[in-house]
């Protein structure tokens, strides 16, 4: 059964950082592609970034340059560096098997 966990959310001011986590489990997460997703109060969910299994990644605009997507094979762990972090930013953020399970989610919110 999969398993997705994330971790590292929490309050952060403007500018701030944060890196999210997501513990992968029940699959074999090196052969597929990862994606991180995000929902802000009142707002569908929004793609944010996806790395593929050569590693090979992709961001939306919205975070471009300030977000970085990364895996750990060893680990079965994904992550999601956050960086120059703004007030829009703040949204529950979801790792997902890419067209499959999802993980339960991990609230950001950016505020001062």
């Known amino acids: 059964q999969v398993h997705l966990v994330e971790s590292g959310g929490g309050l952060v001011q403007p500018g701030g950082s944060l890196r999210l986590s997501c513990a992968a489990s029940?699959?074999?997460?090196?052969?597929?592609?990862m994606s991180w997703l995000r929902q802000a109060p009142g707002k569908g969910l929004e793609w944010v970034s996806t790395i593929r299994r050569d590693g090979s990644t992709t961001y939306a605009d919205s975070v471009k340059g300030r977000f970085t997507i990364s895996k750990n094979n060893a680990k079965n762990t994904l992550y999601l560096e956050m960086n120059s972090l703004k007030a829009e930013d703040t949204a529950v953020y979801y790792c997902e098997k890419v067209g499959a399970e999802r993980g339960q989610g991990t609230q950001v919110t950016v505020s001062s």
């Open positions: 029940g699959f074999s997460f090196s052969s597929y592609h």
